[in-house]
């Protein structure tokens, strides 16, 4: 079977060059928001986007295709082509890096200017000369007013988390940058939210803007695949796949590990326990490999485990479920590994377990593959046992094959036996021939849950510390979504708050703070500054100082990124 025509960069009109710098990337699939944008006409655009849709690589590609044309770089020039408009110094760097690599072999000059930092070097590197420019109003203004910026060759402004800016109180300096565009520009407005004041924003600034929500029905690449992410408690992971695999009976079903060793191991653990499976990893000479590949074609087998590498560029026939028994190292390799599964318009499935413990961390990488899974329940002995009694009855169901020979022989027995206690004595016969379901041990109940059971009255607490402190205009009531972001836990399993000068202390319950320790002391990356750790000291009897602040400061500007 041929595959389906799945969107590619190319087929929505990308520049060859930045394609192949996302090929570099491995970006092989756009993003829902990214084939939207490319799949638009070339007007103004109102985008509803979060951050880690993939926005900022959607409006890069805009700008290449608007910018370069047919042109594989840039000619210098004296002003900038384009701006970005964004709240943040943070996100300006991650924006100025990621359209780094997209834009790496254009020869586009990119300059970043923000506020905290020495305004003459953004006056020299302005200078120097730039295509495009990144930076935050009020440090754009201020470039303007002392005739360092010159906006008068724009052909694309963008505005980029456009409801943070306005709700930081960046409304009049925007007015200022976008009546200094010239009219003829573009101008693509990027917001989570789209608010009266955005929509009136839209209204004043742009032209005949086309409104996006890729939420709403964009295609996608992956649209056929259903994904699922199951909890298991230490030591059950094994039942928890044998549990799965049950369920999906079947599904052909190709299962990845890590490594040869993982491969190995599960291909013989399946095979004792009755499954038809049959491995392939990097190790195993071609005939073998031919060989399994034969057998899971001819329907001999229903099961495939492989390392990424063993799987990749084999061609696999229709596949029902792509089961990662290991977590993929990263979004892409996820996103490779799922799409072995609803191709060609069928409907597939990717399921994930993950170990208690570690939901957190599997929660970043879904994000960074464009994903938001709920955590359901691994299936259990019971779901398995129903799953049989549910296909048995399916089974009878189906037209019956009468053979008058049985026919006579029901007929028989029933003159000598109850029909409920003879059919009853036939389906417990034929259920018992089925496998059975594992039994699981219990988890905890996934964060999601645990918000609603209340905090333990009294309970231990943990103490912990983040390095925000008064300096950086800290209140607790900023601290605490912080916190419970970061830690994967609510509101009501933290605590006293206590603010001192450089950083805040705070309680966590006893019986969550070993995840929490491990779930907040990852780096997260839109805010890599800030630390979360056992507290390094007594924990203080009250908020330092904390009458000097109004309670309702808005929290210093590079801090409100770390907490959104
Ligand atoms: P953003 O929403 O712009 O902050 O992007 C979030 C992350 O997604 C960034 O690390 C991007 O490099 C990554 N990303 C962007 N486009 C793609 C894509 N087509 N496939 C996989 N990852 C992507």
């Not at 084999?314 to 029902?320: K, M, R």
Request: with cysteine.
């Amino acid at each position: 079977m041929t595959a389906p025509p799945e969107l590619d960069f190319a087929s929505l009109g990308a520049h060859p060059s930045l394609q192949r710098a996302l090929t570099q990337r491995g970006y092989l699939a756009p993003t829902p928001v990214q084939a939207a944008v490319l799949g638009a006409p070339d007007c103004d655009l109102l985008v509803s986007s979060q951050t880690g849709s993939g926005k900022t690589v959607a409006f890069g590609l805009l700008m290449g295709r608007a910018l370069l044309q047919d042109a594989e770089t840039f000619v210098q020039g004296t002003h900038p082509r384009a701006l970005i408009i964004l709240p943040t110094r943070e996100l300006a760097a991650q924006v100025q890096r990621e359209l780094g690599w997209l834009f790496a072999t254009t020869r586009a000059r990119l300059v970043s200017c923000t506020g905290g930092t020495d305004l003459r070097l953004d006056a020299r590197a302005l200078k120097r000369g730039a295509e495009i420019v990144v930076g935050t109003p009020g440090r754009l203004v201020d470039l303007i007013e002392r005739k360092c910026l010159q906006l008068s060759s724009l052909e694309m402004v963008v505005l980029d988390e456009a409801d943070e800016m306005l709700d930081m109180g960046f409304r009049e300096a925007l007015e200022i940058l976008l009546e200094a565009s010239p009219k003829a520009r573009r101008t693509l407005l990027f917001s989570a939210t789209l608010p009266k004041t955005i929509q009136a924003m839209a209204r004043r600034y742009q032209k005949d803007a086309l409104s996006i929500d890729p939420r709403s029905g964009a295609p996608t690449a992956h649209a056929d695949i259903q994904h699922t992410a199951h909890l298991y408690a230490r030591g059950d992971r094994l039942a928890t796949l044998v549990n799965i695999l049950r369920l999906a009976d079947e599904e052909r079903t190709l299962i990845f590990c890590r490594t040869r060793e993982a491969v190995a191991e599960l291909h013989q653990q399946l095979l004792q326990r009755g499954f038809l499976v049959t491995a392939i990893s990097g190790d195993r000479a071609q005939h073998e490999r031919n060989h399994a590949l034969e057998a899971l074609r001819s329907g001999r087998v229903r099961l495939l485990v492989a390392t990424n590498v063993a799987a990749r560029g084999i061609d696999l026939p229709d596949l029902g479920v792509v089961l990662h028994a290991d977590l993929p190292e990263n979004g892409e390799s996820l996103t490779h590994r799922s799409g072995r599964t609803g191709r060609a318009g069928k409907k597939g499935q990717s399921i994930f377990i993950v170990e208690e413990g570690a939901q957190r961390k599997a929660e970043r990488l879904f994000a960074s593959a464009h994903l938001r899974l709920h955590w359901t329940a691994a299936p259990n002995a019971e779901s398995v046992a129903a799953h049989h009694r549910k296909r048995l009855e399916a089974e009878l169901s189906a037209t019956p094959m009468l053979h008058q020979e049985v026919s006579a022989f029901a007929a028989e027995l029933l003159l000598r036996q109850d029909a409920t206690t003879l059919l009853t004595a036939l389906l417990a016969r034929a259920l018992q021939a089925q496998p059975k379901g594992e039994v699981l041990k219990p988890i905890s109940p996934p964060a999601i849950k645990r918000a609603k059971s209340p905090l333990p009255v009294g309970g231990a607490m943990r103490a912990f510390e983040v390095n925000l402190g008064l300096k950086d205009q800290a209140v607790a009531n900023w601290i605490l979504p912080l916190i419970c972001r970061r830690g994967g836990i609510t509101r009501r399993e933290v605590g006293a708050i206590r603010v001192a000068r450089d950083r805040t202390y705070f309680e966590v319950a006893a019986e969550v703070a070993a995840r929490f320790a491990e779930t907040a002391h990852a780096r997260d990356p839109r805010a890599p500054h800030v630390r979360i750790g056992p507290a390094t000291a007594p924990m203080p009897t009250r908020s330092f100082a904390h009458t000097k602040l109004p309670r309702s400061a808005p929290p210093h500007r590079a801090s409100r990124a770390a907490i959104s």
